[in-house]
């Protein structure tokens, strides 16, 4: 049997601004009882060193990341991929374009994020795009726990800059 090379979907991705707020929060409803609102992205977004990127088919918004860049790492607060989009390689290509953006330079060497222990298919996504579980964070959600997912850019490059 011949393996089939997989084909993404083409998208673009550009920043986040209000005019994007209502398919954001759309998609952001689909399927979480624990959805941000609308003053939750405003409140991350107008905070010290956050971004928001959103991934774009044609001029139709189905996918969005919000993370915060400090000295050394980029932390993901949010990843989503509207429901009708997901298993199309657009979570990929969003994370594939977040490394080319933020580890042009040799300052930032890992990316981390937190994801319920209830977000199986979550964990199964951040497996697939080489991160580590790194730690059980107890309680994080509250009632929940939380898996702390690290990518390394290099793993050398990575135990160098915390001095090891």
Same mark, same amino acid.
């Given at each position: ?8 979907l083409? /998208?673009?991705?550009?920043? $986040? ?8 929060l759309? /998609? ?10 609308e003053?939750?992205?405003v ?9 928001g990127?959103?991934?774009m088919?044609?001029d ?26 997901r ?7 969003? /994370?594939s ?31 697939? $795009? ?14 929940e ?16 800059s915390?001095?090891?």
């Open positions: 049997m011949v393996a089939r090379e997989k084909t993404f083409k /998208i673009h991705t550009e920043c $986040m601004f209000k005019r994007h707020m209502p398919e954001i759309s /998609i952001e409803r689909e399927d979480s009882e624990h959805f941000w609102k003053k939750d992205f409140r991350f977004l107008r905070s010290n060193s956050c971004l990127r959103i991934v088919i044609g139709k918004v189905v996918g969005y990341a919000i993370y915060r860049r400090y000295a050394k790492r980029l932390h993901l607060f949010n990843l989503v991929v509207a429901s009708a989009c298993r199309k390689g657009i979570g990929t290509q969003l /994370i374009s977040l490394l080319a953006a933020n580890f042009c330079d040799d300052e930032c060497v890992t990316i981390t994020l937190n994801i319920k222990s209830s977000n199986l298919g979550g964990q199964l996504f951040c497996k697939a $795009m080489e991160f580590e579980a790194a730690n059980v964070l107890r309680g994080f959600y509250g009632d726990d939380a898996y702390r997912f690290v990518y390394f850019r290099d793993p050398v490059v990575y135990l160098q915390v001095g090891v």
